[in-house]
């Protein structure tokens, strides 16, 4: 009997996008016999689902996951094991020059070496490791369930940190915290990268996206303006300023632009009565 492909056979997409009417897109990385490990397609998917969060003005905030109890386990090795650019007809994966999209710096692994112009939450179950720990790192917050392990298990196996590890991991936790991962490719668990600030929250094992998502929620309610200002200007602030009255300068000029659009109307909100005796909710648009 002839045996034809059916719909059952299909590979599941690697990358999988939600976007909810609240403002609020989920990219999940789903290859599950990699352990959401990234080949270049998959690399580039992940690229183009972020890139259309950051255009698409609906859209307010992040949420970034791995599938299947694991959010990453880096480059897929079995792509960096197939590397021998200079042979004839090489049709493997290309590891050297900057790529660039929308003039944004693209990495083998995809989004990594970008900074998103929106908030990004990333959910950590399991390994956030090699280039899995790179991607973590590009959320603003990173939620981490109670067993996951961040390390830079790549230094076992001669791998460099090429897609911003070393850049975005020492701003967050300290020089002195990065070179201890970095050069021990030590795993970190959930309770000490709290500790030292490389994952803000901690919540029992399975837990990591609704956590997420509540903080999203919570995001999604203030004036989108005035935020995304502030997160501009601390990334000003840590990678870009050129001294510190560079960076109070760039704070000044950048927060001023929101005063008529929105700080005015909050104001007249809070003089209303709104926001008193500590109450932190916000109640609707401005």
Request: glycine share 12%; proline share 4%.
């Amino acid at each position: 009997m002839a045996s034809f492909p059916s719909a059952f056979d299909k590979e599941p997409a690697s990358v999988l996008v939600n976007k909810t009417p609240e403002g609020i897109t989920t990219i999940t990385i789903n290859r599950k016999h990699r352990r959401n490990a990234i080949d270049g397609p998959t690399g580039k998917k992940l690229t183009d689902a972020l890139l259309d969060f950051e255009n698409d003005s609906t859209q307010k905030v992040c949420v970034f996951h791995g599938a299947n109890g694991t959010f990453c386990a880096g480059f897929d090795l079995h792509e960096v094991a197939k590397f021998q650019p200079d042979q004839k007809n090489y049709i493997g994966p290309r590891i050297g020059a900057h790529e660039r999209v929308e003039g944004r710096n693209i990495g083998p692994i995809g989004p990594s070496r970008m900074q998103i112009r929106k908030p990004i939450i990333s959910a950590v179950s399991g390994y956030a490791v090699a280039g899995g720990l790179e991607l973590s790192l590009i959320g603003d917050i990173r939620v981490a369930e109670e067993d996951a392990v961040f390390g830079v298990f790549c230094r076992r196996f001669g791998v460099p940190l090429i897609d911003g590890g070393t850049v975005r991991l020492q701003a967050i936790i300290g020089l002195g915290r990065a070179l201890d991962m970095i050069l021990t490719g030590r795993g970190v668990g959930a309770k000490e990268a709290l500790a030292m600030g490389l994952a803000n929250r901690v919540v029992p094992k399975g837990k990591a996206v609704d956590e997420a998502m509540k903080i999203a929620r919570q995001l999604v309610s203030f004036p989108e303006a005035c935020m995304n200002a502030d997160r501009t200007s601390c990334y000003y602030a840590v990678y870009n300023a050129r001294s510190f009255e560079d960076a109070l300068s760039y704070e000044f000029d950048n927060g001023i632009k929101v005063i008529d659009s929105e700080s005015v109307k909050g104001a007249a909100r809070f003089s209303a009565g709104a926001g008193r005796h500590g109450k932190f909710e916000f109640e609707g648009k401005l």
